[in-house]
């Protein structure tokens, strides 16, 4: 298993604060059935390409979503969810995740 040094995850904090809260929609997207390592307790999920309302455009997980939900167009806001599982160290990596906006 990878290890997340507490000092890496903490100086990631500027760019999860950047995308917490963010909306954008969904250019194009893949359903992941076979995932890589640290993150087979999540599989099968789906991973997107968002684009933003500057223009700029990001990959991200989207979560808690029905299959019949995911299509291109949807809107998504970014929020703060575990990213994969926990490393020798202990260290719970959270970052940023996007769901569907209500």
Do not use: C
Request: no cysteine.
């Amino acid at each position: 298993m990878m290890v997340h040094s507490p000092v890496k995850v903490w100086r990631k904090q500027k760019e999860v604060n950047k995308l917490l809260g963010i909306r954008g929609k969904v250019i194009s997207f893949s359903k992941i059935h076979v995932p890589p390592m640290g993150f087979s307790n999540q599989a099968p999920y789906y991973i997107a390409l968002i684009k933003f309302a500057d223009g700029t455009s990001k990959m991200g997980q989207i979560v808690e979503i029905a299959d019949s939900e995911m299509k291109v167009g949807l809107e998504v806001e970014g929020i703060i969810r575990r990213v994969r599982e926990v490393d020798d160290e202990g260290v719970i990596p959270y970052g940023i995740k996007f769901k569907k906006t209500n």
